[in-house]
């Protein structure tokens, strides 16, 4: 939890720079970049970490990253913040922070639904449509395929778990005949 709350502290800086700047959507993509970039290359992390070179060099490693993925001086600065602070480890959880501030600003809200076969585009568009209805935000809708559902489908948003699939509806029946069997 204190890792969460750490990277959400930075994403919330670096967002609100980012607003001031009008440069909420690419400083976001800057964001991921770098993130993909350090994703690739887990050497390239480890050196950032590591006690053994100076933060000198440390920096000039992020700089040389930042400078060949042409993010803005507001990114690089916040990158090299991260680096002096050795909270380069905590980029991934930023990301994610940023990604949900980043969305709330825009109106919107993103959605996964898991269904144990491929739903029909129909089907998508109305479970859009209903969340966009209860939420008065934008809904980014993500599909998962999920094999041991037996049928029907789970909607998770946030920290909203709607479960309409047929697996969760025997667990229940069988919970109510044990608890009328007891």
């Given at each position: 939890?204190?890792?969460?709350?750490v990277?959400?502290?930075?994403?919330?800086?670096?967002?609100?720079?980012?607003?001031?700047?009008?440069?909420?959507?690419?400083?976001?993509?800057?964001?991921?970049?770098?993130?993909?970039?350090?994703?690739?290359?887990?050497?390239?992390?480890?050196?950032?970490?590591?006690?053994?070179?100076?933060?000198d060099?440390?920096?000039?490693?992020?700089d040389?990253?930042?400078?060949?993925?042409?993010?803005?001086?507001?990114?690089?600065?916040?990158?090299?913040?991260?680096?002096?602070?050795?909270?380069?480890?905590?980029?991934?959880?930023?990301?994610?922070?940023?990604s949900?501030?980043?969305?709330?600003?825009?109106?919107?809200?993103?959605?996964?639904?898991?269904?144990?076969?491929?739903?029909?585009?129909?089907?998508?568009?109305?479970?859009?449509?209903?969340?966009?209805?209860?939420?008065?935000?934008?809904?980014?809708?993500?599909?998962?395929?999920?094999?041991?559902?037996?049928?029907?489908?789970?909607?998770?948003?946030?920290?909203?778990?709607?479960?309409?699939?047929?697996?969760?509806?025997?667990?229940?029946?069988?919970?109510?005949?044990?608890?009328?069997?007891?």
């Open positions: 939890m204190k890792k969460a709350g990277a959400r502290k930075y994403a919330k800086a670096l967002i609100d720079v980012a607003a001031e700047n009008n440069g909420v959507e690419s400083y976001g993509k800057e964001l991921a970049s770098v993130i993909e970039a350090l994703g690739v290359s887990s050497e390239l992390g480890k050196v950032l970490l590591n006690p053994m070179y100076t933060l060099e440390r920096q000039a490693v992020g040389g990253l930042s400078d060949k993925l042409g993010v803005s001086t507001e990114v690089k600065n916040f990158f090299r913040l991260l680096i002096e602070r050795r909270g380069i480890w905590l980029l991934s959880d930023i990301g994610t922070a940023y949900r501030f980043e969305d709330d600003i825009a109106g919107r809200v993103r959605a996964q639904v898991q269904a144990p076969t491929e739903l029909a585009e129909a089907t998508l568009n109305d479970v859009r449509e209903k969340l966009k209805a209860e939420t008065g935000k934008d809904v980014i809708l993500t599909f998962k395929k999920n094999p041991e559902l037996i049928g029907g489908f789970v909607v998770r948003m946030d920290n909203l778990i709607l479960d309409g699939s047929i697996k969760a509806q025997l667990e229940s029946m069988q919970e109510k005949l044990l608890e009328g069997a007891v």
